[in-house]
């Protein structure tokens, strides 16, 4: 039963760890940049200028991508998220009926024969304090009742280690079963922490872009056609790193998904 508590504080924890993605790369492609950018493609050479207008249309499809990307995580993790809260209440209720009542037929059967125990307790204590006395016949008469009730004593002793043994019998199989299911549920650690990492990489590029986004603006203000176009190139260079990224924390949270579902399926068969 300390395993069982254990896991499902363990459970808590896990769906506490996760966190929404909350790394927007969104950029502010506005009417005023993309006219920006028209008078500067329009000042340019024609093959700068085409150079722009396609650059811009690569880098809104990105931008499209990333806010996909984005909300398919974001889905994903909070499905992943209710799963996993689902499980955890599953698991408690794992061979719960079975075990409350092998429980309460072992509490039953200790109640039921304490009657029993006591009065064959006293006889004990009345056979003895005789035997101190001296008095043969006494002695001989309380050990006489004392043996006849010695059978029932037995039987009852051994109805309660019966009752008992299934019960740990029982237990035990919960803990092999959850211990099982423990360990499935468990690669979902390793995953988050590959997540986080990803995380923590993309920190780099989502600052670059925001800087780099700010030079494009700029420089298409001043209709600097090759300082936008370099702008613009790193930008979609900045962003197409991003969406990889994404991409690949979407493709973990998927697989935390599957290991949810092999949770289920040795839950089901529990």
């Not at 039987?155 to 211990?179: C, F, G, H, V």
């Not at 600052?207 to 190139?233: G, I, P, Q, V, Y």
Request: hydrophobic share 45%; with cysteine; net charge positive.
């Amino acid at each position: 039963m300390k395993r069982l508590m254990y896991w499902g504080v363990l459970l808590c924890l896990l769906v506490a760890a996760f966190q929404p993605m909350s790394t927007a790369a969104a950029l502010s492609m506005t009417n005023t940049a993309k006219t920006s950018l028209d008078k500067t493609a329009a000042a340019a050479s024609p093959t700068i200028s085409q150079k722009l207008k396609n650059g811009w249309n690569e880098l809104s499809a990105l931008q499209v991508k990333d806010g996909q990307i984005e909300a398919s995580v974001d889905s994903q993790h909070y499905r992943n998220a209710e799963a996993l809260s689902a499980a955890k209440k599953q698991i408690k209720l794992i061979d719960a009926a079975k075990i409350a009542q092998l429980t309460a037929q072992v509490d039953t059967a200790k109640k039921k024969y304490e009657p029993l125990f006591n009065s064959y307790s006293a006889l004990t204590q009345q056979v003895n304090l005789a035997r101190q006395l001296g008095s043969k016949e006494l002695t001989a008469i309380l050990r006489a009742q004392q043996d006849a009730m010695k059978a029932a004593v037995a039987l009852a002793r051994a109805d309660i280690r019966n009752k008992q043994a299934a019960l740990t019998a029982a237990k035990e199989s919960l803990a092999k079963k959850t211990k099982t299911i423990r360990t499935t549920l468990e690669a979902i650690e390793p995953l988050e922490t590959k997540i986080k990492a990803v995380k923590s990489t993309m920190k780099v590029p989502k600052k670059n872009l925001t800087t780099s986004w700010s030079n494009f603006t700029s420089a298409a203000r001043k209709t600097d056609a090759a300082s936008t176009l370099a702008a613009l190139t790193l930008c979609i260079s900045l962003s197409g790193q991003i969406n990889a990224s994404k991409q690949q924390i979407l493709g973990y949270e998927q697989q935390i998904a599957q290991v949810i579902t092999r949770a289920n399926a040795q839950i089901k068969a529990a």
